[in-house]
């Protein structure tokens, strides 16, 4: 694997990635938490959109590393003069880097960053850190690897997600995180339900390996490993999806009541930011049951693994 662009990875490839980021979990129990992997390499940050926990999570894990990390905004670029998205990839890869790690409001951005440097310049590596509403890789990876954790504990590693049901509930026309997502779980074995609004459904779900409904009282009634709420994305809606907030809350939101439907084993997650009160309510995001804060941590984790993997890694044949 050269790139990271995708989700739909195979199995092997995506439990090696999980694997190799419980090694690199355990530096985070440490008082000094520096690794040599990558000293004397070059990662750029290039986030062409807003980004708390991707940028931060994936900054730290090259530093933990030893990597020299670069961060370059899309408001702060030569982008803003005009400049096109080829010239700047091509511009930071001429400087001698060894990744860019590339978020961009754009589908197919990462893709095509990739496509241009495998002309001009072979050896950089390029991760997908979201683009559009198309995929957010390293979101699902980190996603597998905390439910993992939670599921298996110490016996997690070489383990898949083998009859896991997870129900994914939301925005997911919008979700960059539900289509990775709905890529990489179904190869590690899970069973996926997609529960929203038709309106936030996107065409075509029904034939991805999943289970589409509209009914998320329903879902919940069924035994769930997991429940994982995704994020209202406004910004990226153009029209009404939904007839208003309190509608939406009355038939997609995880409430308090919903909540103390689940089983007291049902993992709940969200890939954040977080609309508070109108897809979850804050006792279910901070319950006993919640695993966010753990998906935070293991970002770190993984993308250490995903920066290691690719970047120390040996050349491709």
Known sequence: MKHLLTGALRREDAISLLDAAEDMHEVQDRQLKK????????????????????????????????ADVINVSGSASSVKKGESLRDTVLTLAAMGIDGIVMR?????????????LDVSFPSVRVINAGDGAHEHPTQALLDAFALRRRLFGA???????????IAIAGDIAHSRVARSNALLL????????????????????????????TDFDAVLQQPLDALMMLRVQL???????VPSVGEYIVGWSLTDERRAKLD?????????????GLEISSRAAEGLQSAVLEQVTSGVSLRMAVLYSLIAGEEPQ
């Open 35 to 66: 690794l040599p992997a990558l000293r004397g390499r070059t990662v750029v940050n290039a986030f062409f959109e807003n980004s708390t926990r991707t940028r931060s999570s994936f900054e730290i894990a090259g530093k933990w590393l030893s």
């Open 104 to 116: 961009h409001g754009d589908s197919g951005a990462a893709q095509l960053a990739a496509d241009w």
């Open 155 to 165: 016996q997690s590693r070489g383990r898949g997600l083998d009859g896991v049901r």
């Open 186 to 213: 179904p190869a590690l074995g899970a069973e996926v339900t997609f529960v929203g609004p038709p309106t936030l459904l996107p065409p075509g779900a029904d034939t991805w390996n999943t289970t589409v409904t």
């Open 235 to 241: 910004e990226r809606q153009r029209g009404a999806f």
């Open 264 to 276: 007291d084993d049902t993992v709940i997650m969200h890939p954040g930011p977080m609309n508070r």
